[in-house]
C-alpha cells in the first residue's frame, strides 16, 4: 500500500497532468469556435443569448373609457376601477 506522501505527490503529478491538458484543449477548443463564428457569421448576440420562458401576453378585460387605460384582471387592481363593479368596466 503507498503512503500518504506518495499518494500526495501522485495527486500532485496529476493535477500538474490535468492543467496542462485544460490548457492545450482550451487553445484548440478556442480555435474551433472562432472558425465557426467566422464561417457562419455569428454575432455575440446570438452567441450569448440568454433564451427564457416565452411569455404570454394575456387579453384586456378591463377598460377604462375615459383615459383608455385596461387591465388584464392579473395582479393589483388598478386606482381607476378600485372600489367599482369591474363589470361595468368589461370589455
Given at each position: 500500500m503507498a503512503t500518504l506522501a506518495e499518494l500526495k505527490a501522485q495527486k500532485d503529478?496529476?493535477?500538474?497532468?490535468?492543467?496542462e491538458a485544460i490548457k492545450t484543449e482550451r487553445k484548440d477548443?478556442?480555435?474551433?469556435?472562432?472558425e465557426l463564428i467566422a464561417a457562419f457569421e455569428l454575432t455575440e448576440k446570438?452567441?450569448?443569448?440568454?433564451?427564457?420562458?416565452?411569455?404570454s401576453t394575456v387579453a384586456a378585460k378591463y377598460k377604462n373609457p375615459q383615459t383608455g387605460e385596461t387591465w388584464t384582471g392579473r395582479g393589483?387592481?388598478?386606482?381607476?376601477?378600485?372600489?367599482?363593479?369591474?363589470?361595468?368596466?368589461a370589455i
Open positions: 503529478a496529476l493535477e500538474a497532468q490535468i492543467a477548443a478556442i480555435a474551433q469556435v472562432r446570438e452567441v450569448f443569448a440568454k433564451k427564457r420562458g416565452a411569455k393589483r387592481t388598478p386606482k381607476w376601477l378600485a372600489g367599482k363593479n369591474k363589470e361595468d368596466f
